[in-house]
């Protein structure tokens, strides 16, 4: 697959419903993650040789996506941020990056920060961290 820029990637809300639809969030500048990692466990005995340490993986962790936007009270997706923030529910979301054929992360989580950025000279932005629960599913 080439190279493809980040123009076009469109991050979304689920409603939950069956079948479920996705609202887009508008304004993001950008999306980091999912940033999976795996816990790391020392497995080193008396009888490890060589004088070195040895590791086995542990549990997997899907991570967190942080979002940064340019605020807009009145856009439906951020509303919904807001909300899932207050009450602390999960929902899913969906990544789809605009790679040929689309490459899609989908993955439920729950809204753990929201930081507004108020300057005089620029837009009004936001930093969002969405907390994964669970694995990733990538297709």
């Given amino acids: 697959m080439p190279s493809f820029k980040g123009v076009g990637t469109i991050l979304a809300r689920g409603d939950g419903a069956s079948p479920e639809v996705f609202t887009p969030i508008a304004k993001i500048i950008s999306v980091g993650g999912p940033d999976?990692?795996?816990?790391?466990?020392?497995?080193?005995?008396?009888?490890?040789?060589?004088?070195?340490?040895?590791?086995?993986s542990g549990l997997k962790d899907g991570g967190s996506l942080a979002l940064a936007l340019n605020f807009n009270p009145a856009d439906a997706g951020q509303l919904a941020l807001e909300t899932d923030y207050a009450a602390g529910t999960k929902q899913n979301y969906k990544l789809t990056w605009?790679?040929?054929?689309p490459k899609i992360v989908t993955v439920l989580a729950e809204v753990?920060?929201?930081?507004?950025?108020?300057?005089?000279?620029?837009?009004?932005?936001?930093?969002v961290t969405l907390r994964i629960s669970g694995a990733p599913v990538f297709s």
Avoid: Q, W
Avoid at 41 to 56: A, H, I, N, P, W
């Fill in 98 to 101: 605009p790679s040929s054929p």
């Fill in 36 to 56: 999976e990692s795996k816990d790391e466990l020392d497995d080193t005995t008396l009888d490890s040789t060589g004088g070195y340490k040895e590791f086995v």
């Fill in 112 to 127: 753990f920060a929201m930081n507004r950025n108020t300057e005089a000279a620029s837009l009004v932005t936001a930093d």
